[in-house]
Each structure stands twice: as structure tokens, then as C-alpha cells.
């Protein structure tokens, strides 16, 4: 069983930046890859940024070069930063995991990009 709880959204200006947080309930948060997915009012969830247990890393190209994924394992959490955030990246944005062919994710939280 996995427990993902997303936080740090919220409203910020175009060109500004937020960093979002995912705190993982899981004793082998180590080995679980984990991914950022954001959906858009009226559009399909979209699949944004992935970190593997080995820390390689990949990114939709909406947001390549703006938005970086990590993670503290100790801390059992992955960081969204994003930079030079555009009123298109409004979206609640969620983390998702699998585990033993079992998907998981979290509640979501809002950005929203917005002079």
C-alpha cells in the first residue's frame, strides 16, 4: 500500500516559480519510479516529468528546460521545481506511482499561472 500526498501548489504570476512536493508513505520509496501528471480543465491528464530509482529522468516537452524533477529518498518525497511558469501550466497537478502492478496517486494540488 502507497500513500501519495501532493502539496506546494497555489497561485503565482507568468515567468514566476513553485516548487511542488510529493510525500510517499511507502518503506521502499527508493525503488519506486515516480511521475508528475497534470490535467488541465476540459483536457486529458498529461504525463510531465518521470524519476526512476536510479534518478534518470524524462520530461514532456511542454515543460523540458523549465521544470526539473527530484527526490530525497530519506525523506520518501519527490520536488517538482518549475520555472518560468506560463498561464498554459495551469492544472491541478498530481504524482503517481506502481507497485506490484498497482497504480497509485495522490489527491492532486492547484496551480494555477495567472497575472
Known amino acids: 500500500q502507497v500513500h501519495l500526498a501532493e502539496s506546494g501548489g497555489g497561485l503565482v504570476q507568468p515567468g514566476g516559480s513553485l516548487r511542488l512536493s510529493c510525500a510517499a508513505s511507502?518503506?521502499?520509496?527508493?525503488?519506486?519510479?515516480m511521475i508528475w501528471y497534470r490535467q488541465a480543465p476540459g483536457k486529458q491528464r498529461e504525463l510531465i516529468a518521470v524519476?526512476?530509482?536510479?534518478?534518470?529522468?524524462s520530461y514532456a516537452s511542454s515543460v523540458e528546460d523549465r521544470f526539473t524533477i527530484s527526490r530525497d529518498n530519506p525523506k520518501n518525497t519527490v520536488y517538482l521545481q518549475m520555472n518560468s511558469l506560463k498561464p498554459e501550466d495551469t492544472a491541478v497537478y498530481y504524482c503517481?506511482?506502481?507497485?506490484?502492478?498497482?497504480?497509485?496517486w495522490g489527491q492532486g494540488t492547484q496551480v494555477t499561472v495567472s497575472s
Open positions: 524519476i526512476d530509482s536510479k534518478n534518470i529522468t
Open positions: 503517481h506511482t506502481n507497485f506490484l502492478w498497482r497504480d497509485y
Open positions: 511507502a518503506r521502499n520509496f527508493s525503488i519506486l519510479t
